[in-house]
């Protein structure tokens, strides 16, 4: 089916006195060609060919005035490719450039990017350096943006659009690299003006407070740390709450000093449990030589009355006497 459809399209073409069409049995279609060495190889002297440049053009033209298309490949030295429009009788225009270097520009015929673009219709301050790109439904549906901010800071700014209200900047990032979602002055590399909802924050640390279990590590007495919240009404090496409004909370800073001070308090309970199970074995000991002494009296209590007591002034009885005699 492809063979005999590529001979129906080579015998539509074989009008033409200056062509010589070839179908190989290998497959490969020439036009214009008797040794094909490609799938499809079209060669014609109509095509537009400067040997001194290797500049070849291919146009196609309505030729009422309807317009048309064409794409041409660069010189020798360049070896890229560049697509034309016509419209009417007006000349070619170019409007998308590949390079040799792979380089796309599209409204600008020297791109030194991988893709470049250019187009006089974007709005543009060349007084500030302001370059807007912005994409509007034209029927209140909404559009979106983004626009290059002025020479002096470079950054990048995102918009959306609401009906016919207009743009609103959602995001921004700026000439040093920091990203605002909500604010136009970020001042770190990720700054949000509302709420996060995430599943998990890492939090990368270069120490972490297990030091407090070292047996070189010096913990304060407690009279000391009263004495610290009484004057100061924070614990020790934590911010206060002034300077938490004020510069907010380092999450990684706040959660270090949290389980130093609970490591800390584990110190704390485990010194205060020492303590308590040396005064309890020390009172346990007095206890038991309590009830040693309590025993022993009790003992030389009973030793003492269960012994017969007499009573030297006792009379005899008249039966004792008789017993006498």
Do not use: C
């Not at 389980?259 to 040396?278: A, C, F, G, H, N």
């Not at 040693?292 to 006792?314: D, M, V």
């Amino acid at each position: 089916m492809k063979n005999k459809l590529l001979i129906i399209l080579i015998s539509l073409i074989g009008s033409s006195a200056h062509a010589q069409n070839t179908l190989l049995p290998a497959g490969n279609v020439g036009i214009g060609i008797s040794d094909p060495t490609e799938v499809l190889t079209l060669r014609d002297p109509r095509i537009p060919y400067d040997s001194s440049s290797g500049t070849l053009k291919i146009r196609f033209d309505s030729g009422s005035g309807g317009g048309g298309l064409g794409f041409e490949k660069e010189t020798y030295n360049t070896g890229g490719l560049r697509f034309y429009t016509q419209y009417g009788y007006n000349s070619m225009l170019e409007k998308m450039r590949i390079t040799a270097e792979g380089n796309v520009g599209i409204g600008t015929a020297s791109p030194t990017e991988l893709l470049m673009l250019r187009n006089p219709k974007i709005p543009y301050d060349s007084s500030s350096g302001t370059l807007k790109i912005r994409f509007d439904s034209g029927s209140g549906g909404g559009g979106l943006g983004f626009e290059k901010e002025t020479y002096n800071t470079g950054g990048l700014r995102f918009y959306t659009q609401y009906g016919y209200n207009s743009m609103l900047e959602k995001m921004r990032i700026t000439a040093e690299g920091n990203v605002g979602i909500g604010t136009i002055s970020p001042d770190a590399t990720l700054t949000v003006n509302g709420n996060i909802h995430t599943k998990e924050v890492l939090v990368d640390v270069n120490v972490w407070p297990d030091y407090v279990f070292k047996p070189n590590y010096e913990l304060k007495p407690l009279s000391d740390v009263k004495t610290y919240i009484e004057k100061h009404h924070h614990l020790p090496e934590m911010r206060s709450e002034r300077e938490m409004i004020k510069k907010g909370l380092q999450l990684g800073e706040v959660t270090q000093l949290l389980v130093k001070k609970i490591e800390e308090l584990t110190l704390y309970l485990i010194s205060q449990k020492e303590e308590e199970d040396k005064h309890n074995k020390i009172h346990q000991q007095e206890i038991n030589e309590l009830k040693n002494k309590i025993s022993e009296l009790q003992n030389s209590q009973a030793n003492k009355t269960s012994k017969p007591i007499s009573n030297p002034t006792s009379k005899p009885t008249a039966s004792s006497h008789l017993s006498s005699l």
